[in-house]
Each structure stands twice: as C-alpha cells, then as structure tokens.
C-alpha cells in the first residue's frame, strides 16, 4: 500500500505526485479492507445490518488511522527536515572544515578524486543557502517538504477511504439478501478494484494491465481469505 | 502510518531501518483498526463471539492486503530501480553529450558554475560504473534496494499487522460480558500503543513521550469513532 510514487522527477510535479500517492494510498487500502470484512461476515452472519455497521465501523476506524497516521508522518518529515536544516546551516558556518571533508566524502564514493570535487566544494563555500541545500539533498537525500501537506495529506487520505469503502457496503445496504448482496459487492468491488489498479497503472508506470490485475488479486484474495476465515469460525 | 523511518544515513544501516519500517507499518495499523472496529462493535452487539469473528475476519483482511501491498511495492521499487539501471547504463554510452548536461544541470540547480562541474564529469566519464551510479543516486533519487526485500516485506508487515491486531482481540476471546470484555480491551490496547508508541519514536528519533502519545492519540480517536458511529447506526 505504501511508498507507490517512485521518486522519480518529483522536482518537476512533486505537488500532483504527492497528491497521488495520497489518494491511492487510501483508495487501495479502503476499497480493499471493508470489502474484505464485509465479505467475511457474510459468510458467517445473516444480518446485513450487522454487515453495514461493521463495514461503516471499519470505515471510521480506517479512515481516522491512516488520515491521522498520514498526517503525523507527513509533520515529522517536515519536522525533521527543519531540524536537519537548521544543524547544517549550522555546520557550514560553524565546522566549515568537517562539511569540506563531508562533500570530498561523497564525491569519493563514486572515485571522484579529490582534486576534481575541489572546485564544486569552493563554488558551494561562496553560496551558503546552496551549500546547505547541496548537503540536504547529497548527505542526507532529503527533499524540502511542501508547505501545509500535512494537513491536506491527512485530509485525502481519509476521503479517498471513506470513497474507496462505501463501494463494496452499498451492496449490503440495498439488498435484504445477504447473499445476494455478497454477490454484487465482489462484482462492482472487482471491476473498481481494476479500474483503480489500471488507473494507478498508468499514472506511476508500472502497466494498466498489469497493475490492474495485481490490486484486483489483493482485494480478491483478502476477501477470499476473510470470508473463508469467518465461514470456519462459525462452524467450529 | 507511512513512511515513518527517515532516510538519513540509510547506507549505514539500511537493512535494519527496512525491517522497522515494516513492523512499525504493520503494527500501527494492527494495534489500531481491529482495536478500534472492535471497540465499535461492542458499542452495537451483545454477541462477543460476533466481535471476535469481525475482528478475526478484519486482521485476516488487513493483513492480506498489507502484505501483499507491501510486496509488490517493493517488487515494484525493485523493477523500477533496475529499468532506470540500464537506461542509464545504455545512455551514459549512447548519448554521452545528453549525460554530460544533465550532469551540469545537476550542479547549476546549486550554482555551481560548468567549468567547476567540468573535473567531477571527466572523472565520472572515466569510471562508467560510477557515472552510473551517481546518476541514479543524484539525478533520479533512487537507491539500490536490497535484495529479496519483497517476500521479507510483505511476511513482516503481516507478521506485525496480526501480532497487534490480536492484542485487542484477547479479552473479547477470554470474557462473555462484551462491556468487560470492551474496558480490558481499551486499557491494555492504550498500554500497549503507548509502549509501542514511545519505542517508535525512539527508534526513528521523534521523542520517546511524544510518539507514544501520538500512537495512543491515533489508536483511541479511531476506537471512539467506531464505537460513537456503531452506536449511533444501531440506535437510528
């Protein structure tokens, strides 16, 4: 579920990827785990009442978790990426020395001899705000962290679940039959788990075909394993 | 949830920090959404064996997709990472002039002047290996992901998920009464986010107390929730 945005070119469209990552990051998870519960207890209970509010329960619990979860991790990065700034604002200025070594260590790692790096470490000593930002990206491999993501990552996430949740649930809603609800959920569930995975697909590269088959066979074998996990329960 | 162990110095102890990451994903989630989805039902149904079923049905779901999300974004991380391998390789050969600007452009967006840029390219020219390197490194930030990494993500991302996960669920397995069962559910979940909360945050460097209550603060909002919307469906 996590990390789908390769990091490629995020310099270019950073805002839209991060957006991305935060909608699918919720959609994958909220279409597949309250299906999955739904389908299970179907398996097991007759009431779809009972299936609705267990669905509906694990929908504020999911969506809740992963907003607030996304948002504190989306303020620690910030967060620790202002400490981190700040130390080597610091160092530039205060160990000028050590940061010469730190930029002479980094070219080393790919035999650039000394020699050679000497006059990228002298340009970057007469630009400070470049020097810093160079050992940000080069020491540390961080990247400046949008302003007020937190809050918006926090915020679509939890949408994107709450959206991606109530797919497999109507079903259960409409339909007195338990049976006959399990039955339409797996169906519209499986087609919005692959038009999901075919869009994903496309968006982060990796095929529409390909990862439309990979999110349809998570959600499928998730459901498939809860509902088989309830049925025996209920007869042992 | 995501993304909680930060890159800094990852090529010290990039293995260890992939295994946390991966019990932290797991075990945040574990220990908040079947805690919460049974806190919830508990506010709804008398049955504790419902509670335990939805609750069984919910880690066998949530570990699935976890684990299978976690395996094929680290599959996908791994194509990705050798795909952009030999198009490097092949460019460094095919189009040496294109790699030497993007070199350049590299270094301009840190001002660093091409004629101090030119020493670190010709030694770059003169190693391919590293050329390479520090082009999938400093052009693409992408690092070589460790090998194997997927079957050991997935099977510790849903070893985790089902380790917090049952942590809630015990007393609903141990107690008839559902509202007993519900408060030794709350106290020892709340514990043990907390414990789990305060270890994270040292782990990753965010402060022992304030993680901890960061963890109990997710866990609880979601639980009340649950329990809040189950309660409100069933009485409506």
Same mark, same amino acid.
């Given at each position: 579920?996590?990390?789908?945005?390769?990091?490629?070119?995020?310099?270019?469209? +950073?805002?839209? %990827?991060?957006?991305?990552?935060?909608?699918?990051? @919720?959609?994958?998870?909220?279409?597949?785990?309250? +299906?999955?519960?739904?389908?299970?207890?179907?398996?097991?209970?007759?009431?779809?009442?009972?299936?609705?509010?267990? @669905?509906?329960?694990?929908?504020?619990?999911?969506?809740?978790?992963?907003?607030? @979860?996304?948002?504190?991790?989306?303020?620690?990065?910030?967060?620790?990426?202002?400490?981190?700034?700040?130390?080597?604002?610091?160092?530039?200025?205060?160990?000028?020395?050590?940061?010469?070594?730190?930029?002479?260590?980094?070219?080393?790692?790919?035999?650039?001899?000394?020699?050679?790096? %000497?006059?990228?470490?002298?340009?970057?000593?007469?630009?400070?705000?470049?020097?810093?930002?160079?050992?940000?990206?080069?020491?540390?491999?961080?990247?400046?962290?949008?302003?007020?993501?937190?809050?918006?990552?926090?915020?679509?996430?939890?949408?994107?679940?709450?959206? @991606?949740?109530?797919?497999?649930? +109507?079903?259960?809603?409409?339909?007195?039959?338990? +049976?006959?609800?399990?039955?339409?959920?797996?169906?519209? %569930?499986?087609?919005?788990?692959?038009?999901?995975?075919?869009?994903?697909?496309?968006?982060?590269?990796?095929?529409?075909?390909?990862?439309?088959?990979?999110?349809?066979?998570?959600?499928?074998?998730?459901?498939?394993?809860?509902?088989?996990?309830?049925?025996?329960?209920?007869?042992?």
């Amino acid at each position: 579920m996590h990390d789908v945005a390769h990091p490629t070119h995020q310099e270019q469209h +950073f805002e839209s %990827t991060e957006t991305v990552r935060d909608i699918v990051i @919720g959609l994958s998870d909220g279409l597949t785990v309250p +299906f999955a519960l739904a389908a299970g207890l179907s398996g097991a209970i007759a009431s779809a009442h009972l299936v609705v509010l267990a @669905g509906l329960a694990e929908i504020a619990a999911g969506s809740i978790a992963m907003g607030l @979860g996304g948002y504190l991790a989306a303020r620690g990065d910030a967060e620790h990426y202002a400490a981190e700034l700040l130390r080597e604002q610091d160092e530039v200025v205060t160990r000028p020395d050590d940061e010469a070594e730190e930029i002479y260590e980094i070219f080393e790692q790919y035999s650039v001899p000394r020699e050679a790096a %000497t006059p990228v470490l002298q340009a970057l000593q007469a630009n400070p705000a470049a020097y810093v930002d160079f050992m940000m990206r080069f020491e540390l491999g961080l990247e400046a962290p949008a302003a007020n993501r937190a809050h918006r990552s926090a915020l679509t996430i939890a949408v994107s679940y709450i959206a @991606g949740g109530m797919v497999p649930l +109507f079903p259960y809603m409409l339909l007195s039959d338990n +049976f006959a609800a399990l039955k339409l959920s797996v169906a519209i %569930t499986l087609v919005a788990l692959a038009a999901f995975g075919g869009i994903k697909g496309r968006l982060v590269g990796t095929g529409t075909l390909r990862s439309a088959l990979q999110t349809t066979l998570i959600g499928g074998a998730a459901a498939a394993a809860a509902y088989g996990l309830a049925r025996l329960l209920n007869h042992a």
